[in-house]
T-cell receptor, first 117, second 117 residues
Framework: AQKITQTQPGMFVQEKEAVTLDCTYD???????LFWYKQPSSGEMIFLIY??????QNATEGRYSLNFQKARKSANLVISASQLGDSAMYFC??????????????FGKGTLLTVNP | SAVISQKPSRDICQRGTSLTIQCQVD?????MFWYRQQPGQSLTLIAT?????????ESGFVIDKFPISRPNLTFSTLTVSNMSPEDSSIYLC??????????????FGPGTRLTVL
């Protein structure tokens, strides 16, 4: 089974609107972390936001927020007030296990977001 | 955060040759990693670069094909040996930070776009 599932190959949103990018994960570990990255056409991977499995509050970073629903094993990224520069590929990733033993990130297949003017 | 640079940014190589990619970080980091992103695909971890010892390779990746060096806490190299067109990918260096007993930040370099003819 896939550890990270992103079911939306592509998404479209109007400029200034909010958009939610879906991510579900599969792990039996109690301690894990969830990451979101943005990859523009230039190819660089830009770290957006992190949520730890023990964090009680949803993570927020500026216009990015992570809707963490632990029981459903979902970690959806919400982008508010979309901008044209948000058009990019977005990857959800997971690190399993506690720090010191495993730092490997497992990535989903990504969602291509297009922001329309 | 960290500023990560990679050299070269892109290259076109002939099959059967080797290419060494350099990764330089502006601060000392504990964890350095090498990832591969094949065209249109997600990222896959090649190996963890260990300072002063042999790299730890993921399943499907071997030292003879992807030798890695890490002479200090700010620098690492990845060599892609005896290249074939299937090695055409983006190769990304990544560094991780361990803060407050939770591993919550991982950054990527700009990547090296490799095309093998």
């Amino acid at each position: 089974a896939q550890k990270i599932t992103q079911t939306q190959p592509g998404m479209f949103v109007q400029e200034k609107e909010a958009v939610t990018l879906d991510c579900t994960y599969d792990t039996s570990d109690q301690s894990y972390g969830l990451f979101w990255y943005k990859q523009p056409s230039s190819g660089e991977m830009i770290f957006l936001i992190y949520q730890g499995s023990y964090d009680e509050q949803n993570a927020t970073e500026g216009r990015y927020s992570l809707n963490f629903q632990k029981a459903r094993k979902s970690a959806n990224l919400v982008i508010s007030a979309s901008q044209l520069g948000d058009s990019a590929m977005y990857f959800c990733a997971m690190r399993e296990g506690s720090g010191g033993s495993n730092y490997k990130l497992t990535f989903g297949k990504g969602t291509l977001l297009t922001v329309n003017p | 955060s960290a500023v990560i640079s990679q050299k070269p940014s892109r290259d076109i190589c002939q099959r059967g040759t080797s290419l060494t990619i350099q990764c330089q970080v502006d601060s000392q980091v504990t964890m350095m990693f090498w990832y591969r992103q094949q065209p249109g695909q997600s990222l896959t971890l090649i190996a963890t670069a260990n300072q002063g010892s042999e790299a730890t390779y993921e399943s499907g990746f071997v030292i003879d094909k992807f030798p890695i060096s890490r002479p200090n806490l700010t620098f690492s190299t990845l060599t892609v040996s005896n290249m074939s067109p299937e090695d055409s990918s983006i190769y990304l260096c990544s560094v991780g930070f361990f803060a407050q007993s939770s591993y919550n930040e991982q950054f990527f370099g700009p990547g090296t776009r490799l095309t093998v003819l």
